[in-house]
T-cell receptor, first 110, second 115 residues
């Protein structure tokens, strides 16, 4: 199946700093790239997604960039807040369903 | 209130026993999925179903079985053949699968512990 590498596995930042999480993939056919946030003890929820015909998408403090040539996409969170602390998963579409990265634990310290 | 309901939330099992995890959705979605979540391993696909009476194996199907007799329901059975069943299990649904897959909606999860 499709393979996606996610880095870093953990990320600690101070409140107000920016955070960037990157995912690389190998399957050129993938055309849908969502990001999910999972707070402790909660279900994963979609926070932003991008399709292959777009290079960047923003939603308030969150943005996703996609480089199809280099086969990587990144999540950018600006002005981080303690409530951003969670595990973030990237994913990409495949033949049948989504393949998820292993996740990044983001800790935002006040 | 629309969504996905998983039960039970916590389940304990003795070695050698089969257990069934329930997943029900009222979103009228065609596609349903079962993922397993282990620390540091992300979400790994066990089984998925694109339509009633049809399902396919995911990446880690060994030791698991499913059925899809109704659109709303996609139960997962963890059999005694699963060597390491202790994990957090997530059910999800989406309008469609494949290259046009959109948002996955997840249940609250079921935590299975083998004693």
């Amino acid at each position: 199946g499709e393979n996606v590498e996610q880095h870093p596995s953990t990320l600690s930042v101070q409140e107000g700093d920016s955070a960037v999480i990157k995912c690389t993939y190998s399957d050129s056919a993938s055309n849908y790239f969502p990001w999910y946030k999972q707070e402790l003890g909660k279900r994963p929820q979609l926070i932003i997604d991008i399709r292959s015909n777009v290079g960047e998408k923003k939603d308030q403090r969150i943005a996703v960039t996609l480089n199809k040539t280099a086969k990587h996409f990144s999540l950018h969170i600006t002005e981080t807040q303690p409530e951003d602390s969670a595990v973030y998963f990237c994913a990409l579409s495949g033949y049948s369903t989504l393949t998820f990265g292993k996740g990044t634990m983001l800790l935002v310290s006040p | 209130d629309g969504g996905i309901t998983q039960s039970p939330k916590y389940l304990f099992r003795k070695e050698g026993q089969n257990v069934t995890l329930s997943c029900e959705q009222n979103l009228n979605h065609d596609a349903m999925y079962w993922y397993r979540q282990d620390p540091g391993q992300g979400l790994r696909l066990i089984y998925y179903s694109q339509i009633v009476n049809d399902f396919q194996k995911g990446d880690i199907a060994e030791g698991y079985s499913v059925s899809r007799e109704k659109k709303e329901s996609f139960p997962l059975t963890v059999t005694s053949a699963q060597k390491n069943p202790t994990a957090f299990y997530l059910c999800a649904s989406s309008v469609r699968t494949g290259a046009n897959t959109g948002e996955l909606f997840f249940g609250e999860g079921s935590r299975l512990t083998v004693l």
